[in-house]
Nanobody, 123 residues
């Protein structure tokens, strides 16, 4: 079992920044990736970014590429998602998840999920 706890969400104005954190505990060695997904009201959950636990590989959705950076602190089993130049369309509940299958950009590749943290970007 892996437990994931997200934090760092909140209300921010367009153009602002947030750093989301995902603290992982438990059998994290059983997974290869940790990813961020988001889900806006009335929309499907979508991939945002992912990183291998070694930190050697990162993946980004086109919608956030160039505005976001995913990083990991392996000693603490924590993954961060730094989001800059936020837009109202970034408003969603953001979830972190761990997985070990490909492709990393689809939710079915992930086994464990956190409860999510709300990000609201006002215009």
């Amino acid at each position: 079992q892996v437990q994931l706890v997200e934090s760092g969400g909140g209300l921010v104005q367009a153009g602002g920044s947030l750093r989301l954190s995902c603290a992982a505990s438990g059998r994290t060695a059983s997974s290869y990736y940790i990813g961020w997904f988001r889900q806006a009201p009335g929309k499907e959950r979508e991939f945002v970014a992912a990183i291998s636990w070694s930190g050697s590989s990162t993946y980004y959705a086109d919608s956030v590429k160039g505005r976001s950076t995913i990083s990991e602190h392996n000693a603490g089993n924590t993954v961060y998602l730094q989001m800059n130049s936020l837009k109202p369309e970034d408003t969603a509940v953001y979830y972190c998840a761990t997985g070990s299958r490909n492709p990393v950009v689809v939710s079915r590749s992930y086994d464990y999920w956190g409860q999510g943290t709300q990000v609201t970007v006002s215009s």
